[in-house]
């Protein structure tokens, strides 16, 4: 048999970006021959990659892309938080905006099979589970700003605007941070509204008060509701003292639309006992 030395395993591993143990079964299986072992180590990692496919991919990153006035946002999933810091994980999840941007797909799977050879690819590297949860592509005459939060980049936006591009980006901050439901009360649904107003016309009953003040009350809550969820209504994250639209008019600036996304939302995740998954394996 061949000696496996541990430059061996060590120029495999450069070279795979596969862990040492694979690396080391690989170079056995091959009985030295580094070819042949990055070989095996290639059909095995595909293999891998199906493997992985049914566990929980709850951490991950957002990323955009902006080609001219196409703009892509896009969630890339990982298991652990410790991958979705590696450099590699990034990347990919920048290739997949910029495909998203350039290709216009129009459904998850379909952007999914443009980037499948590079998922698995990186799957195979860092050994997890990922997959493009979802994506917004804006095409538009109009301009396109981005703004991701935080060097964790788990929350962004992509904002569709007129004007200036610094006050856009201020906005997308406000809209990360305030998280509204859309820019105008146009755009609120009318049986969201409805069934707010049956809600509060049923506590304003209850309270008692002549139908003449109940319905004042009614309305007053109804205007309050819309404020808080519509970007124009809220207040400046940056200036409290005016609404976001009061902000944007002041500077010349109309937000026509935004898609705002945070990793992991409505997402179950699996709670692990490591402890318990070590005491298990002790006693194999």
Do not use: W
């Not at 056995?28 to 496919?53: H, P, Q, T, Y």
């Amino acid at each position: 048999m061949a000696e496996i030395t541990a430059k061996m395993v060590a120029d495999l591993r450069a070279a795979t970006g596969l862990g040492m143990m694979e690396c080391k079964k690989a170079l056995v299986e091959a009985e030295g021959n580094f070819d042949k072992a990055e070989e095996i180590l290639r059909i095995k990692s595909g293999a891998k990659a199906g493997k992985l496919a049914g566990r929980t991919a709850a951490e991950g990153v957002l990323a955009y892309a902006i080609n001219g006035n196409v703009g892509a946002l896009v969630e890339v999933n990982c298991e652990t938080d410790f991958v979705a810091k590696d450099a590699g994980f990034v990347e990919f999840a920048n290739f997949v905006a910029k495909t998203a941007a350039e290709k216009k797909p129009a459904t998850v799977e379909e952007l999914s099979e443009l980037v499948e050879a590079e998922r698995k690819a990186i799957i195979a590297k860092l050994g997890e589970n990922m997959s493009v949860r979802r994506f917004q592509v804006i095409d538009t005459a109009n301009q396109l700003v981005a703004y991701i939060h935080g060097a964790l980049a788990t929350e962004g936006v992509l904002v569709e605007y007129k004007g200036s591009e610094d006050v856009a980006r201020k906005i997308g901050m406000h809209i990360v941070a305030a998280k509204p439901q859309c820019v105008s009360e146009a755009e609120v649904d009318a049986e969201t509204v409805e069934k707010e107003r049956h809600i509060y016309t049923e506590q304003a009953i209850a309270s008692g008060k002549p139908a003449d003040i109940a319905a004042k009350m009614v309305e007053g809550r109804i205007r309050k509701f819309l404020a808080e969820i519509t970007l124009n209504g809220q207040a400046f994250v940056m200036n409290p003292d005016q609404t976001v639209a009061q902000f944007a008019k002041e500077n010349g600036t109309e937000v026509v639309s935004f898609v705002r996304y945070k990793v992991g939302d409505g997402i179950e995740k699996a709670v692990v006992d490591y402890a318990a998954e070590v005491a298990a394996a002790a006693k194999v």
